[in-house]
């Protein structure tokens, strides 16, 4: 089983790259966030048609998260505990055959120190009691999504120009290790040590062409799908072309 999380960065903004990338690439389930669309408005016929099924959880210009899955997708849950109506549209869950999949678009925190960077730890927080309740129920659990943190150094171009910045900072890394906590560990890491594997390349800098990318998108496991996982890698492809998203897509392949 083959599973691909990305930030599309606007489902219809990009629809015709969406799905001329599942047909060439067929993954079995696919978790988007940053959809940035309705419910309503994801463009539901066309992805049917390539044989998806879809659950969405969108909000209008912002935000938006979606799973999609050639086979059945069962006990849906959109948020978590303690959303209400006025609540970001973040987070979606659901089973596919025997696998739990939480699809998280992490806040982003906009700056170190600021009032929507107390409110990003704050959400982690409550994503970490969210993800290990999940955990708990089910053994075999995939957290994936744009996290909007990098786990070490190794996850950055240039670590000095990073230092305790967004998406860098000291606080953010201990809240990404507290969602991990003692039930998630870290995919790709099974897989290398090295340095490297970019998700996200910022649009305003120029920094694909130069490869000055951070790690971001990440998949955290239970040790039951850990032990299952085979493959990983960065579509590095899809980030090129015209008008891309400015994250890259991510495979994790499930025996």
């Given at each position: 089983?083959?599973?691909?999380?990305?930030?599309?960065?606007?489902?219809?903004a990009?629809?015709?790259?969406?799905?001329a990338?599942?047909?060439?690439?067929?993954?079995?389930?696919?978790?988007?966030?940053e959809i940035?669309?309705?419910?309503?408005?994801?463009?539901?016929?066309?992805?049917e048609?390539?044989?998806?099924?879809?659950?969405?959880?969108?909000?209008?210009?912002?935000?938006?998260?979606?799973?999609?899955?050639r086979?059945?997708?069962?006990?849906?849950?959109?948020?978590m505990?303690?959303?209400?109506?006025?609540?970001?549209?973040?987070?979606?869950?659901?089973?596919?055959?025997?696998v739990?999949?939480?699809n998280?678009?992490?806040?982003?925190?906009?700056?170190?120190?600021?009032?929507?960077?107390?409110?990003?730890?704050?959400?982690?927080?409550?994503?970490?009691?969210?993800?290990?309740?999940v955990?708990?129920?089910?053994?075999?659990?995939?957290?994936t999504?744009?996290?909007n943190?990098?786990?070490?150094d190794?996850?950055?171009h240039?670590?000095?120009?990073?230092?305790e910045?967004?998406?860098?900072?000291?606080?953010?890394?201990?809240?990404?290790?507290?969602?991990q906590?003692?039930?998630?560990r870290?995919?790709?890491?099974k897989?290398t040590?090295?340095?490297?594997?970019?998700?996200?390349?910022?649009?305003?800098?120029?920094?694909?062409?130069?490869?000055?990318?951070?790690?971001?998108?990440?998949?955290?496991?239970?040790?039951?799908?850990h032990?299952?996982?085979?493959?990983f890698?960065?579509?590095?492809?899809?980030?090129?072309?015209?008008k891309?998203?400015?994250?890259?897509?991510?495979?994790?392949?499930?025996?």
């Amino acid at each position: 089983m083959r599973v691909a999380t990305w930030n599309v960065n606007s489902v219809r903004a990009r629809c015709e790259r969406l799905l001329a990338w599942l047909e060439a690439h067929r993954p079995d389930v696919v978790c988007l966030q940053e959809i940035k669309c309705l419910d309503e408005q994801f463009p539901r016929e066309p992805v049917e048609d390539l044989g998806y099924n879809i659950e969405t959880f969108g909000q209008k210009t912002y935000n938006g998260v979606a799973i999609l899955a050639r086979t059945r997708i069962e006990d849906v849950v959109r948020g978590m505990p303690g959303d209400d109506e006025s609540s970001q549209r973040r987070v979606i869950a659901a089973t596919v055959g025997d696998v739990r999949y939480i699809n998280a678009y992490v806040v982003n925190g906009e700056k170190v120190g600021s009032e929507k960077y107390a409110y990003k730890l704050e959400w982690m927080a409550r994503l970490a009691d969210y993800a290990h309740g999940v955990a708990r129920e089910y053994e075999a659990t995939v957290l994936t999504g744009d996290f909007n943190v990098t786990f070490d150094d190794r996850d950055v171009h240039d670590p000095e120009a990073w230092r305790e910045k967004i998406l860098c900072s000291t606080p953010e890394r201990d809240a990404l290790r507290r969602i991990q906590g003692e039930y998630y560990r870290d995919a790709m890491r099974k897989f290398t040590e090295e340095k490297g594997a970019y998700t996200w390349w910022d649009f305003r800098t120029g920094a694909f062409r130069g490869d000055r990318g951070l790690r971001i998108d990440h998949f955290l496991v239970t040790p039951a799908a850990h032990e299952r996982a085979r493959e990983f890698f960065v579509d590095r492809e899809e980030r090129a072309g015209e008008k891309p998203s400015d994250h890259a897509p991510v495979f994790l392949a499930l025996d």
